[in-house]
């Protein structure tokens, strides 16, 4: 099972509202991430977790908020989102800091479709 | 830092023509090389990678990649391009920053397939 599973699949979002991405899966990966792409843009890197801690911070601003509560699942918390934030939500899981060899790429979900409004 | 370029925002060519997408990466090591394809309102998909296990990667889809290091660089191709080929491509090497966990994207190049 090769796969990342994220929910859900579109999110509408009023500035005041708190919601949750969440993230699954099931491949022992140690390693979790979470990217934000605009349209026609590459992913942008936001965080990343090591063995259920939060080993980057891309400067991202505090109203995302990351959580990984074990090994097979990342949530990001959203809060006083801005209409700018509207994106697609990528999360990510790998192999951590390629100790098997070979085994280096990162699997990917289908995406959060995010509208603030 | 390790990064990587895109050269070309938009590629097009014609069903059967070679495919052909640049990649040009900066690392002091012997990186780690992906190629990803993101179809419209999807995830991103592994092509292939590059490991230094083997210069010439070939991966799904009928794609295939050459790492050569005296250009630094890490070039997509296809012998004959399908109308299913028309995509979002993206160049990714994974740095040693982050304890080795950080995945950067290059700009990416939107395959466009005529018929």
């Known amino acids: 099972d090769t796969e990342v599973t994220q929910t859900p699949k579109h999110l509408v979002m009023g500035m005041t509202n708190k919601k949750s991405l969440k993230c699954e899966q099931h491949?022992?990966?140690?390693?979790m991430y979470w990217y934000k792409q605009k349209a026609k843009k590459p992913p942008e890197l936001m965080f990343v977790?090591?063995?259920?801690?939060?080993?980057i911070n891309e400067s991202v601003p505090s109203r995302f908020s990351p959580e990984c509560p074990n090994s097979s699942l990342l949530n990001l918390h959203l809060h006083a989102l801005q209409p700018e934030d509207s994106a697609l939500y990528l999360c990510a899981s790998s192999q951590d800091r390629v100790r098997v060899q070979g085994r280096t790429e990162a699997f990917f979900g289908q995406g959060t479709r995010l509208t603030v409004v | 830092a390790q990064s990587v370029t895109q050269l070309g925002s938009h590629v097009s060519v014609s069903e059967g023509a070679l495919v052909l997408l640049r990649c040009n990466y900066s690392?002091?090591?012997?990186?780690?090389l992906f190629w990803y394809v993101q179809y419209p309102n999807q995830g991103l998909q592994l092509l292939l990678k590059y490991t230094s296990a083997a210069t010439l990667v070939k991966g799904i889809n009928g794609f295939e990649a050459e790492f050569k290091k005296s250009e630094t660089s890490f070039h997509l191709t296809k012998p004959s391009a399908h109308m299913s080929d028309a995509a979002e491509y993206f160049c990714a090497v994974r740095g040693d920053t982050g304890g080795g966990n950080k995945l950067t994207f290059g700009t990416g190049t939107q395959l466009k397939v005529e018929l």
């Open positions: 491949m022992g990966h140690r390693a």
């Open positions: 690392s002091s090591v012997p990186p780690y």
């Open positions: 977790y090591s063995y259920e801690k939060l080993s």
